[in-house]
Nanobody
Framework: QVQLVESGGGLVQAGGSLRLSCTAS????????MGWFRQAPGKEREFVAG????????YYADSVKGRFTISRDNAKNTVHLQMNSLKPEDTAVYYC?????????????????WGQGTQVTVSS
């Protein structure tokens, strides 16, 4: 069993930055690929970024490529999402997810564990 807790969300002006963190409880964090997803009101949950078990592979949605960076620290059981040049369309609840696999997936249905989400609001 893995429990995930996100933090770092908030209100920011367009062009600003936020850093989301996700801390995992339980053992063997390095057995899991990690992903960040987001869901805006009235929309489906969408993939944002993913990272492999050792951080050696990352993947981003086209909408955030070049602005967001995902990273992980297996010694601290944490994964981060650095978000720069934020846009109003980035407004959503952001979720951290764990997949018991070495490599990430773009499909939210593939993930085994989810955090409760953290709200990110970008004002224009």
């Amino acid at each position: 069993q893995v429990q995930l807790v996100e933090s770092g969300g908030g209100l920011v002006q367009a062009g600003g930055s936020l850093r989301l963190s996700c801390t995992a409880s339980g053992r063997a964090f390095s057995n899991y690929a990690m992903g960040w997803f987001r869901q805006a009101p009235g929309k489906e949950r969408e993939f944002v970024a993913g990272i492999s078990w050792n951080g050696g592979s990352t993947y981003y949605a086209d909408s955030v490529k070049g602005r967001f960076t995902i990273s992980r620290d297996n010694a601290k059981n944490t994964v981060h999402l650095q978000m720069n040049s934020l846009k109003p369309e980035d407004t959503a609840v952001y979720y951290c997810a764990a997949l018991r696999s070495r490599y990430q997936s773009l499909d939210p249905g593939a993930y085994d564990y989810w955090g409760q989400g953290t709200q990110v609001t970008v004002s224009s």
